[in-house]
T-cell receptor
Framework: KQEVTQIPAALSVPEGENLVLNCSFT??????LQWFRQDPGKGLTSLLL?????REQTSGRLNASLDKSSGRSTLYIAASQPGDSATYLC????????FGTGTKLQVIP | EAQVTQNPRYLITVTGKKLTVTCSQN?????MSWYRQDPGLGLRQIYY???????DKGDVPEGYKVSRKEKRNFPLILESPSPNQTSLYFC??????????????FGPGTRLTVL
């Protein structure tokens, strides 16, 4: 059974800092990996999706990488802003989807 | 506007009273899925559907039913709700086309309390 872990569970950084969020999975035979953000009391917003054949994807200040052999993905956020404060979730799977428990990010002005 | 809608957004009910949470998408997506989110446990998949009349169990299907009679709708049915089904529920959909790689789009959530 696929297990997905996100460490740390919470992270607090000053505004402007570059940061990396981690996502680990146990079964490397994945179809894709998707990163989401969730604001308090809200739904999930898709940030980036990496196909199994890709190594990375970029959108604005966000860059996600995928290393299937080591079972890891990282989400890099450049020049963090207070508006980036949210919980970040990663998910793997095609039909059956497994989520990590998330990293709660606080960017301090 | 492309979206996934859920109704109701908030629901308080009592043990044993059957309820249905509706989910609808306007993107002509083949795939739809239900999740529940609980503190400390994250999001867990309840059921998913690859297309009309095709449904399958996720990780936590006990106590839930689903149906997929139309492509746009995927209702979640709790026939006899219990307090341990108090949770935040999300519906999601995605295209299974070659270029989509199942990128999921989520509804706003339904907060259910069972007394």
């Amino acid at each position: 059974k696929q297990e997905v872990t996100q460490i740390p569970a919470a992270l607090s950084v000053p505004e402007g800092e570059n940061l990396v969020l981690n996502c680990s999975f146990t079964d490397s035979a994945i179809y894709n990996l998707q990163w989401f953000r969730q604001d308090p009391g809200k739904g999930l917003t898709s940030l980036l999706l990496i196909q199994s054949s890709q190594r990375e994807q970029t959108s604005g200040r966000l860059n996600a990488s995928l290393d299937k052999s080591s079972g890891r993905s990282t989400l890099y956020i450049a020049a963090s802003q207070p508006g980036d404060s949210a919980t970040y979730l990663c998910a793997v799977g095609y039909q059956k989807v497994t989520f990590g428990t998330g990293t709660k990010l606080q960017v301090i002005p | 506007e492309a979206q996934v809608t859920q109704n109701p957004r908030y629901l308080i009910t009592v043990t044993g009273k059957k309820l249905t949470v509706t989910c609808s998408q306007n993107m002509n997506h083949e795939y739809m899925s239900w999740y529940r989110q609980d503190p400390g446990l994250g999001l867990r998949q309840i059921y998913y559907s690859m297309n009309v009349e095709v449904t399958d169990k996720g990780d936590v299907p006990e106590g839930y039913k689903v149906s997929r009679k139309e492509k746009r709708n995927f209702p979640l049915i709790l026939e006899s709700p219990s307090p341990n089904q108090t949770s935040l529920y999300f519906c999601a959909s995605s295209s299974t086309g070659r270029d989509s790689y199942n990128e999921q789009f989520f509804g706003p959530g339904t907060r259910l309390t069972v007394l």
